[in-house]
């Protein structure tokens, strides 16, 4: 997370928080917005304008459920690629270590 909140921030972003289906332990640095279910609510209420996804590879079905929903919204799109996805070629990067987020359009 701090990673690239770094990098959005020299973009003009910065994290609101997070939804989850509990608070976790990202609670230390961000603050919990509520549960998945209420993902648009919270982007009316919120003014979010940038969305970052950060979901496990192996939850396929979340993320296709997510970028759904998503798309019939006025936000912008980041993922956060898998470890998988980089080793793979399937994700191009010039530098492994660094943190990055690809653009959903």
């Known amino acids: 997370y701090k990673a690239n909140a770094t ?5 003009g972003y910065h994290f609101q ?5 509990a608070p976790n332990i990202l609670s230390k640095s961000l603050t919990y917005l509520g549960t998945d279910d209420q993902l648009e609510a919270i982007i009316d209420r919120c003014q979010i ?3 970052v996804l950060a979901i496990e590879s192996n939850k396929e079905a979340d993320t296709e459920n997510y ?7 006025d936000v912008e799109i980041k993922m956060v690629p898998s470890a998988i996805s980089i080793l793979s070629g399937a994700v191009r990067t010039e530098n492994v270590f660094s943190p990055f987020l690809n653009d959903i359009h």
């Open 17 to 21: 928080g997070y939804i989850a289906p």
């Open 67 to 73: 970028l759904k929903r998503l798309s019939d919204l």
């Open 7 to 11: 990098q959005l921030r020299k973009e």
């Open 49 to 51: 304008q940038l969305v």
